[in-house]
């Protein structure tokens, strides 16, 4: 029978597996990046000019922000397993993931100058940045609404 406790218990597994895949991934972006570079055919408003070495900067910056927000989700996580739902530290933890997914999103557009095609990638991080921060602002009211109630008891 699934639980809740299994639930949690999966979300943190499947959390440190993508952790461990995006550090593994971390030693082929240059590989892929000159890869990409040949077989691509999409222009930007760089025109033609090599992409290899911007995309590495995109994909080891979104790299850093990924593990950010992977070590953020963990911590939350962790919080959740002890109990600990509406508080101050998981608040912060959605500010934080809501902050890496925007920055990612950045960074996929400015990437997005040489090839608009990564310009769709950056709109999605960013409306998932957006989706964390509404998370993040109603577990901030839920934090105010659970302090409110401990001290009327």
């Given at each position: 029978m699934w639980t809740k406790t299994k639930s949690l218990l999966l979300s943190r597994i499947l959390t440190m597996v993508t952790g461990g895949i995006v550090l593994i991934l971390t030693f082929f972006v240059p590989a892929f990046s000159q890869w990409y570079e040949k077989k691509s055919l999409g222009r930007g408003l760089f025109g033609e000019s090599g992409i290899a070495l911007p995309m590495c900067i995109c994909l080891?910056?979104?790299?850093?922000?990924a593990l950010i927000a992977l070590y953020e989700l963990h911590v939350l996580l962790e919080n959740i397993n002890r109990e600990q739902v509406f508080t101050q530290r998981n608040t912060a933890c959605l500010r934080r993931i809501s902050w890496a997914c925007m920055l990612a999103?950045?960074?996929?557009a400015v990437f997005g100058l040489w090839k608009f095609v990564f310009l769709l990638p950056a709109m999605l991080a960013v409306m998932f940045g957006l989706i964390m921060r509404v998370l993040k602002n109603v577990f901030e009211k839920a934090v105010e609404i659970k302090s409110e109630n401990d001290f009327t008891v």
């Open positions: 080891y910056i979104c790299e850093i922000l999103g950045a960074s996929f």
